[in-house]
């Protein structure tokens, strides 16, 4: 059993009360507590008062619905959240990732998938161990270095401050809309391909600086995430 993992709790907002009761069945056996609602309504107020470790949130709820609530849930938390649909349509998976979701499932879903997303999004979202020099930057705001085992490289302004918020939400996923959003704050329009313009000589400039990391990854259809990796470990991630 992952010790990281376990005792971790989960926030099931799922209307299908069978549903409910299977997911806590299978959490359960994998040493996750659990807590529940039917409804959109009570989730706001219940996690102002209290702490899960990631959320599971259905996208059509009575009351208020899944894209309304992960909204607001983002505008105070950082939780991970897994948004569950059954709608397949590509609109409803990428506003679910705008609005700062982490992970999306369709239904129908098997259980045993629903807790391996899970545990694949708490381990790319939790804090990690330093376990290697590879995966130490010590980023200078004030001259827009960056600095690794002795060495260093200068950015732009913009490559910084997109280094800076990916580092930052290490193992989270932000779109381009996203890093926009963060990056050019006086709401100029700009093209969402400048952002991966900037993104690939920003990763030209962190391979000079550790040839052996792979340090921001691509995920197709979703945008960009911050998570070391040796880059013979790299795979799956669309550039």
Known sequence: MNTILSSKRILIVEDEIKLVFLLEDYLHNAAFKTHSFDNGLEVIPW?????????????MLPGRDGLDVCREIRSFS???IIMVTARIEEIDRLLGLELGADDYI??????????ARIKAVLR??????????????????FSFRVIAGGQEVTLTAVEFQL??????????????????????????????????????????KLSDLLPEA???HSVY???????????????????
């Open 47 to 59: 996690l102002k008062e209290n702490s899960v470790d990631l959320i599971l949130l259905d996208l």
């Open 78 to 80: 950082a939780v991970p």
């Open 106 to 115: 369709c239904k129908p879903f098997s259980p045993r998938e629903i807790v």
């Open 124 to 141: 790319r979202t939790q804090p990690q161990p330093v376990s290697a020099q590879s995966s130490i930057l010590e980023l200078d705001a």
């Open 163 to 204: 280094l800076q918020v990916l580092y930052q939400h290490s193992g989270r996923i932000f779109s381009r809309i996203q890093l926009m959003d963060r990056i050019y704050q006086d709401h100029r329009i700009v093209s969402d391909r400048t952002i991966d313009s900037h993104i690939k000589k920003l990763r030209k």
């Open 214 to 216: 792979e340090l921001i």
């Open 221 to 239: 259809g979703a945008g960009y995430r911050y998570e070391p990796q040796p880059k013979t470990a790299v795979n799956g991630d669309m550039s």
